[in-house]
């Protein structure tokens, strides 16, 4: 197996534990776009303010994203940057 593939299966397996917790415990969307809606109306550069979204994600879920934005995975990431489109195409709509 290639780097490439190790790396897309290591992903792929990341995203499968997170959307089992999110089947465990949907309260943990409600829960993250809250999170999403008010940190992203604060002041701040956008990876400080990325960074706070995850840290209370971790602070207030069973879902645990580290404290140091170099550490996220890229199911982290990805996460992360699916909170933010969709608070911002919310916001598109009013």
């Known amino acids: 197996m290639s780097a490439s593939e190790i790396q897309k299966t290591r992903?792929?397996?990341?995203l499968r534990d997170f959307v089992r917790k999110l089947l465990q415990d949907p309260k943990?969307?409600?829960q993250s776009l809250d999170i999403a809606?008010?940190?992203l109306a604060e002041e701040g550069s956008s990876a400080e303010v990325m960074?706070?979204?995850a840290?209370?994600?971790s602070d207030t879920?069973?879902?645990h994203i580290p404290e140091d934005p170099a550490e996220h995975s890229d199911a982290d990431k990805l996460y992360l940057e699916l909170l933010k489109e969709v608070v911002q195409e919310e916001q598109g709509l009013y």
Do not use: Q
Request: glycine share 0%.
């Open 11 to 14: 992903i792929i397996n990341e």
């Open 28 to 30: 943990i969307l409600d």
């Open 37 to 39: 809606r008010k940190h």
């Open 51 to 53: 960074a706070r979204i």
């Open 55 to 57: 840290n209370d994600i």
């Open 61 to 63: 879920t069973s879902v």
